[in-house]
């Protein structure tokens, strides 16, 4: 399966509510010919547009790849979330790497959301930010957990930003039943997704990056001087960033086997009535819940709900988008009975057994940056910056996460997607009791 026509158009962002409010750089031309830089990046999503910007402010010259449109995959499709930390928590961190590595990470996930933040209002406060992020437990028994995890995180990290939520807190900040206790983040935020990955590329743009869209890498040799093959221009680099999260589409077998596709869908309502709007999220903040197909979350500007739910784990998305968000969505908020679903779709992010990112060293002079796990907003355009700094030169940080544990999927590439599926299924049943 061709992960990257199976269900888009190629040169086109897919259809959703973020393309419809979001107004899109370039066009940008396709590659043609012989073409040379300092850097070559594979990816037009927000690690590639974070290390393109980055290197350029550093004075290289950078060219960036984008088989689509910037900003058509994840980086323009996911929930918005922008949240503090990895996608596991420190607790598990500490157990997994230990105390210092825990605390480097810690600090590297607070840089990313001030980063975000800071490109943001560089270029110009457009992608709609707005502070608050709930972990919302499902389960009465996980609230213990979540009060310890936030006293954890006061004492150990003195990251004061975050509190428990008990039953009566959290139901006056959601409006569902179903939610019996969680924490509230304000170090965490909530944004436009397709309008931020929009301002990294007008300000790689602006500072020197030759972006190029409809350019499908289809072959990448990783020798001390790197060629990158699209189907009409061969691109010689000094280096080489390839940044494709799940999109990665077996280019790279090292990446391939350590991060795997998986698809997630999101539904956005009609614009809601006020009343009942403050009703379901008063203050505005982002939700993301307990489960392990995790629910997430949020109110729109206009008062629309924006849910994302439901995960399949095959290539190809399901008939009926609307449909397959449909249910979680009322399971959460039943009150959404009647309201009329004006856009649905799906995207593809990348996840790595143990939930870490997965950086690689591809060959002397080329790295991969992928595998955020569905926190790639905050952690992909860190990761760019990261990697920008390791071709300068200053590699320390991209080696700590490049030692983090990534395993391989079990299974080859006949059997890792029957295997997933199997065990996500088997996850999935585990959320209902």
């Not at 420190?90 to 230990?98: A, F, H, K, N, R």
Request: aromatic share 8%; proline share 5%; with cysteine.
């Amino acid at each position: 399966m061709d992960i990257l026509t199976i269900n888009d158009t190629p040169g086109q962002h897919p259809r959703s509510f973020y393309a419809a409010t979001a107004e899109a750089p370039g066009p940008y031309p396709m590659a043609e010919g012989a073409i040379k830089a300092d850097v070559c990046v594979v990816g037009g999503g927000y690690g590639g547009l974070s290390a393109a910007l980055h290197l350029a402010r550093q004075g290289l010259d950078v060219v960036l790849l984008e088989a689509s449109r910037v900003g058509s995959g994840a980086s323009g499709r996911n929930g918005g979330q922008v949240s503090t930390g990895q996608r596991l928590e420190q607790g598990d961190l500490e157990t997994l790497v230990g105390l210092d590595t825990a605390r480097v990470l810690w600090d590297m996930g607070s840089e990313a959301v001030d980063l975000v933040k800071a490109l943001i209002r560089e270029e110009g406060d457009g992608c709609g930010w707005t502070d608050g992020v709930i972990h919302a437990n499902h389960r009465a028994r996980y609230g213990a957990h979540s009060k310890a995890h936030v006293e954890h995180l006061n004492t150990t990290y003195g990251y004061d930003k975050i509190r428990f939520l008990s039953r009566d807190e959290i139901r006056h900040e959601v409006g569902s039943p179903g939610y019996h206790s969680g924490s509230l983040d304000m170090g965490s935020g909530h944004l436009h997704p397709l309008r931020y990955a929009f301002a990294l590329a007008r300000l790689a743009e602006a500072a020197g990056v030759r972006i190029y869209e409809t350019s499908r890498v289809t072959k990448v040799d990783t020798a001390a001087k790197p060629r990158v093959h699209t189907g009409s221009a061969l691109i010689e680099a000094d280096h080489l960033i390839v940044a494709l999260n799940g999109y990665h589409n077996n280019l790279l077998p090292t990446v391939s086997r350590r991060v795997m596709p998986i698809n997630n869908f999101i539904a956005v309502t009609e614009p809601l009535p006020q009343d009942l709007a403050n009703s379901l999220i008063p203050n505005r903040y982002a939700v993301a819940d307990s489960r392990f197909v995790i629910n997430y979350f949020r109110l729109s500007e206009d008062n629309r709900m924006i849910f994302g739910g439901g995960e399949s784990y095959g290539y190809r998305f399901p008939a009926d988008l609307r449909a397959k968000v449909r249910g979680p969505m009322l399971e959460v908020f039943p009150q959404l009975k009647s309201a009329k679903i004006d856009y649905a779709w799906g995207g593809t992010l990348g996840i790595t057994m143990s939930r870490l990112p997965h950086f690689d060293r591809l060959g002397p002079s080329a790295l991969s940056i992928a595998g955020f796990s569905g926190q790639g907003v905050a952690l992909a355009t860190l990761a760019g910056k990261i990697a920008a700094e390791a071709i300068a030169g200053q590699a320390a940080r991209f080696d700590v996460i490049n030692h983090l544990p990534t395993p391989r999927f079990p299974g080859g590439p006949k059997l890792r997607t029957p295997l997933l599926v199997a065990a996500m299924t088997w996850y999935a049943l585990r959320d209902k009791f």
